[in-house]
């Protein structure tokens, strides 16, 4: 019973999400692909990864990647940072234009949490937390992330 739970609350987070990607998906000049918000949303998720990292988790080339990040830089939503352990590479950076669509997307989340927490007592907002916290180390660890 609970398995179906989580499967079915996950297909609902992920169908609001798609219908928020395609909200943002315009044919239009410098509008955003769908194969090019789902590069953002990794590149968010991974936290100012080096091209190297970003083609490594998503298992492309480091050309192909390459010519997504470039892409994306010159649509205005990310910016090349010098990493600061290794001069010779970069850093890919979300700017403010990325980051306007991205509130829009987070806080249909923040919005349903809040509703649930005020239906929950104290007891069950802790074991939903534990649960949260068991559920991203395992998720963390299939992705081959860290904190």
Do not use: H, W
């Not at 649509?75 to 352990?85: A, F, H, L, N, V």
């Not at 306007?100 to 074991?127: C, F, K, W």
Request: no cysteine; aromatic share 10%.
């Amino acid at each position: 019973m609970m398995l179906e739970k989580m499967l079915k609350t996950f297909q609902k987070l992920r169908l609001e999400f798609y219908r928020k990607i395609f909200t943002r998906v315009r044919e239009r000049d410098g509008s955003l692909s769908a194969m090019e918000v789902f590069s953002l949303e990794i590149i968010y998720a991974l936290g100012r990864p080096t091209i190297g990292q970003f083609a490594r988790f998503i298992r492309i080339s480091q050309s192909n990647a390459t010519y997504k990040v470039n892409s994306l830089m010159k649509k205005g939503y990310i910016i090349r940072q010098p990493s600061q352990e290794d001069g010779r590479e970069y850093n890919l950076e979300l700017s403010e234009k990325f980051y306007g669509y991205s509130d829009m997307l987070e806080e249909n989340v923040r919005i349903i949490t809040r509703n649930v927490l005020e239906q929950l007592t104290p007891e069950e907002i802790a074991v939903i937390d534990k649960a949260a916290d068991i559920l991203n180390k395992e998720l963390d660890a299939r992705a081959g992330l860290r904190d």
